[in-house]
């Protein structure tokens, strides 16, 4: 059983770009939510999706966006990149039940750096 | 609103000493309440959730809905117990998705020999 993977590890961008993060959830689970995780503070949400659909959304702009993969992988894309926006990014990987949550599995992240 | 607080950045205490890490929330429903954990160099991982009622490398956590409080103690905390510690919440209500976390700031836990 693989648990959750993320790529880059490390990512350097300059003001105004954009970038990609990308994210392969743990085998069999279904949900993948995305954290910003800026220096010293706890994650954020940023979004969830679910069946390659949104599934909730955190307090962030619309330039962050997302996508899920038939294979339950996903990606997150940040648009006109901001110094602000330099974190670890979470990603997190559950198995969506009817009855509780069963917590999510994370990944090591993706720390990018804006400058 | 939900809101997640851990009133202490860095808690000391001596190996042997009982610990208990703080965690307040603000949440007008039902929450579902977690303790993750991110030892040095790993990730996070989940340590506990109220809802199992266990007992993980001799944690425990009470959920007390009446002072909205959810504390992580250990009788007798041990020096591989180091680590940074989030409590976290997870609720129904609003647009943030039926599963998401608010995760408090976090509290360091340093235990000394």
């Known amino acids: 059983e693989t648990g959750v993977t993320q790529s880059p590890t490390h990512l350097i961008k300059t003001r105004g770009q954009q970038v990609t993060l990308r994210c392969s959830s743990q085998s069999g689970h279904n949900t993948v939510s995305w954290y910003q995780q800026a220096l010293g503070q706890g994650p954020q949400f940023i979004f969830q999706y679910y069946r390659e659909e949104e599934n909730g959304r955190g307090n962030f702009p619309p330039r962050f966006s997302g996508l899920q993969f038939p294979n339950y992988s996903s990606e997150l894309n940040v648009n006109a990149l901001e110094l602000d926006d330099s974190a670890l990014y979470l990603c997190?990987?559950?198995?969506?039940?009817?009855?509780?949550?069963?917590?999510?599995?994370f990944g090591s992240g993706t720390r990018l750096t804006v400058v | 609103a939900q809101r997640v607080t851990q009133p202490e950045k860095l808690l000391s205490v001596f190996k042997g000493a009982p610990v208990e890490l703080k965690c307040n929330y603000s949440?007008?429903?039902?929450?579902?309440l977690f303790w993750y954990v991110q030892y040095s160099r790993q990730r996070l991982q989940l340590l506990l959730r109220?809802?199992s009622r266990e007992s993980i490398k001799g944690f425990t956590a009470d959920l007390n809905k009446g002072e909205t409080s959810f504390h992580l103690k250990k009788p007798f905390a041990q020096e591989e117990d180091s680590a940074m510690y989030y409590c976290a919440l997870s609720g129904e209500r609003g647009n943030t998705g039926r599963r998401a976390l608010t995760f408090g700031s976090g509290t360091r836990l340093q235990v000394q020999p």
């Open positions: 109220h809802i």
């Open positions: 949440y007008s429903g039902s929450p579902e």
């Open positions: 997190a990987s559950s198995l969506r039940q009817a009855s509780s949550n069963y917590g999510y599995t």
